[in-house]
């Protein structure tokens, strides 16, 4: 592993693209300093370049040299959710350019919680953006196989960490205004963020507040369509669409009905559990050729909240 290592950072020092394993999904890695390798993320994604991408440190300690100033709730986050799944937006420091932050004063910073991630960006010393390895709007890709079959030759080096643990992406909190908020909701909890900080914390931007991952209204989007229901809606929604002629598929919880002619994808019944097998399942449906994804909104408790997020931006009308 430690040679693995040493050829992952080589490739970050010329300037390559390396895709590593965290906790959320798997990242397309490039130095956030090598203003030539974020662009080619950029390219490789097909991403619009006014997208903002998150830095990922290897602590505390190396996201603050990216910051201008720490916003008074920083230190309590990072002590409580670093390494983990939660980036933090703040006033960015002379350090991250603005191929990194798509123009913006500001910068996302995040200390992913996965020994192979960690082990990397600490023998690598610096910064690492990090989308999610995949074509830009699809789905997130959890296990190195994902990568390999989205990306293929334009990734120079795939470190393979086994499937992710949390299955989608990380919680970005914007810390640059009056009060918390989140931009995204994903793998912290909006009630262990109120946990820790001790106060309400509100859900969306404000007008012209900062751009950050995964605010399009279509994104994380299968090839098949997906239509999004109540559990209760989910059999005769299913059972309708499947006379229409379309080949359909349930991604659904065992306690909800699903019809007997429709596919069924069986998800585990607890919020954390969906959120882990979602991108996996969707990536399975659309290799067995679905048209429609008929699924259940979940309970927004949890990571429930970042569940109906990531299904409702799949639904979206794409562009």
Known sequence: MEQLITEAVGVLKRGGLVALPTETVYGLGADAENELAVRHIFAVKRRPASHPLIVHVASARHAKAWARELPVHFDALARAFWPGPLTLVVWRSDR???????????????????PLALELLEAFGGGVAAPSANRFGRVSPTTAEHVRAELGADVDLVLDGGPCAVGVESTIVDLTGAEP????????????????????????????????PGMLA???????????????????????RQTEGLRVAALAPRSVAVPAAVHRADMPEDAAGFARELYGALR?????????????????????????????KAAAPRT
């Open 284 to 312: 399975r449906l659309d290799a067995e050729g679905f048209d429609l994804v008929v699924t259940a909104l979940p309970d927004e408790h949890g990571l429930g909240l970042a569940v109906k997020d990531r299904l409702l």
């Open 96 to 114: 991250a350019s603005d191929a990194v932050t798509g123009g913006q004063d500001t910068v996302a910073l995040r200390v992913p919680d996965h």
């Open 181 to 212: 908020r989140i931009l995204r909701p994903g793998g912290v909890s909006r009630e262990d963020l109120v946990r820790v900080l001790g106060r309400p914390v509100r859900l969306g931007a404000d007008g012209a507040d900062v751009r950050a």
């Open 218 to 240: 279509s994104h994380y989007a299968p090839r098949a369509g997906v239509l999004v229901v109540t559990p209760a809606q989910l059999y005769a929604e299913a059972e309708r």
